[in-house]
């Protein structure tokens, strides 16, 4: 396993302008997690792919956040008009098909808006 | 609503201390609980896995364990080294909808000096 990639690690951008993350998963792990943490606190989680579908979303994904998993692979997480609350570290997860299986977590992207 | 508390929020010892993390979750109809490490900035690294039949699991210096019915897990680290300093999470899983989603508490920064 070469491990949840993430990209860009560190992206600073100023408030109303739009940013994408990419995740790549561990190959073979068709599950795949987004996170959000912000200083001090532990991940929340927002959304949830099983292959290419997104079977949850949190309510703390407000309509100006959309997440992709196009071909199951890799998938983007998009934030437009952004806020300076959405400043935070946005982690990637993947985990494989079956249930209780460890889930593992890339670098994460930080998000500074400014 | 699933509620998982970690104490204590931070701790220092010195190098060679044995120490124990506790966990505390409200709701016990979990499906597992994993310990995460994070280093300053970075992503999560997966420790243990307990499922939630099980008492405990155990690597190298790390030893988990869990009481379901109490909702608590403690994570003791033996011989605790200057490279063990991180934060320390700790989740619990629950089973929803044919995945695994995990809950966190907001962690216990550990520092330990030479």
């Known amino acids: 396993d070469t491990g949840v990639s993430q990209d860009p690690r560190h992206k600073i951008t100023k408030r109303g302008q739009n940013v994408t993350f990419r995740c790549d998963p561990i190959?073979?792990?068709?599950?795949l997690y987004w996170y959000r943490q912000t200083l001090g606190q532990g991940p929340e989680f927002l959304t949830y792919?099983?292959?290419?579908?997104?079977?949850?979303k949190s309510r703390l994904l407000s309509d100006r956040f959309s997440a992709e998993r196009p071909k199951g692979s890799f998938s983007t997480l998009e934030i437009q008009r952004t806020e300076q609350g959405d400043s935070a570290m946005y982690l990637c997860?993947?985990?494989?098909?079956?249930?209780?299986?460890?889930?593992?977590f890339g670098e994460g992207s930080w998000l500074t808006v400014v | 609503k699933q509620e998982v508390t970690q104490i204590p929020a931070a701790l220092s010892v010195p190098e060679g201390e044995n120490l124990v993390l506790n966990c505390s979750f409200t709701?016990?109809?979990?499906?597992?609980l994993q310990w995460f490490r994070q280093d300053p900035g970075k992503g999560l690294t997966s420790l243990l896995l307990?499922?939630?039949?099980?008492r405990e699991q155990t690597s190298g210096r790390l030893n988990a364990s869990l009481d379901k019915s109490s909702g608590r897990s403690t994570l003791y680290i033996a011989a605790s080294q200057p490279g063990d300093s991180a934060t320390y999470l700790c989740?619990?899983?629950?089973?929803?909808?044919?995945?695994?989603?995990?809950?966190f508490g907001a962690g216990t920064r550990l520092a330990v000096h030479p």
């Open positions: 792919f099983q292959n290419e579908a997104q079977l949850e």
């Open positions: 190959s073979e792990h068709n599950r």
């Open positions: 989740a619990v899983s629950r089973f929803s909808g044919g995945y695994n989603k995990l809950i």
């Open positions: 997860a993947s985990s494989r098909p079956r249930s209780g299986n460890t889930i593992y």
């Open positions: 709701d016990s109809a979990i499906y597992n």
């Open positions: 307990i499922q939630s039949s099980q």
